[in-house]
């Protein structure tokens, strides 16, 4: 955690497991939390209802 900014957390939508896993593992590394969803209404469904650490960042890859 950034004792200035607080948690850095990134949301990662993307339907590529291993491309999640990769990004994930990379970000980790350099001190984000990062939670993997596989599509973007997972994401919105998953979203907490409480007042918990915003995100800094928001990665997708959305396709028709």
């Not at 939508?13 to 491309?19: G, K, N």
């Given at each position: 955690m950034d004792a200035k900014f607080g948690p850095k957390l990134v949301h990662?939508?993307?339907?590529?497991?291993?491309?999640c896993s990769t990004v994930e593992g990379q970000l980790t590394q350099f001190g984000y939390e990062v939670r993997s969803y596989a599509s973007p209404k997972h994401l919105l469904t998953s979203?907490?209802?409480d007042n918990?650490?915003?995100a800094s960042s928001s990665t997708c890859d959305c396709r028709e």
């Open positions: 990662l939508v993307d339907d590529d497991p291993s491309f979203l907490p209802d918990g650490p915003a």
